[in-house]
Nanobody, 126 residues
Framework: QVQLVESGGGSVQAGGSLRLSCAASGYIYSIGRYTRNMGWFRQAPGKEREGVAAIASDGSTSYADSVKGRFTISKDNAKNTLYLQMNSLKPEDSAMYYC????????????????WGQGTQVTVSS
């Protein structure tokens, strides 16, 4: 079992920045296996959850077109922590943000991930 806990959400004005963190905990073997590939997803009210950014075990990254050039995903393996640096935030970025972890193939699709956090709210005002 792997537990994921997000933090760093909040309210910010358009153009501002936030840094989300996702701390993984659990059995060392499970963490090593299931956090090889990790991602950030978001869900706004009335909308489906969408992939925002993903990072593979080799450091490769992928981003949704809507956040390219503004968001950066990174991972500190020593701390078992995933990050999402969000710059130039827009009102349309407002959503609940979730981190996810999985051992298999990586990408922006939900089915690739086995474990999910509870989410952290991001609100961007205009």
């Amino acid at each position: 079992q792997v537990q994921l806990v997000e933090s760093g959400g909040g309210s910010v004005q358009a153009g501002g920045s936030l840094r989300l963190s996702c701390a993984a905990s659990g059995y060392i073997y499970s963490i090593g296996r299931y956090t090889r590939n990790m991602g950030w997803f978001r869900q706004a009210p009335g909308k489906e959850r969408e992939g925002v950014a993903a990072i593979a075990s080799d450091g490769s990254t992928s981003y949704a077109d809507s956040v390219k050039g503004r968001f950066t995903i990174s991972k500190d393996n020593a701390k078992n922590t995933l990050y999402l640096q969000m710059n130039s935030l827009k009102p349309e970025d407002s959503a609940m943000y979730y981190c996810a972890a999985g051992p298999g193939t990586w990408g922006l699709d939900e089915y690739r991930y086995n474990y999910w956090g509870q989410g952290t709210q991001v609100t961007v005002s205009s």
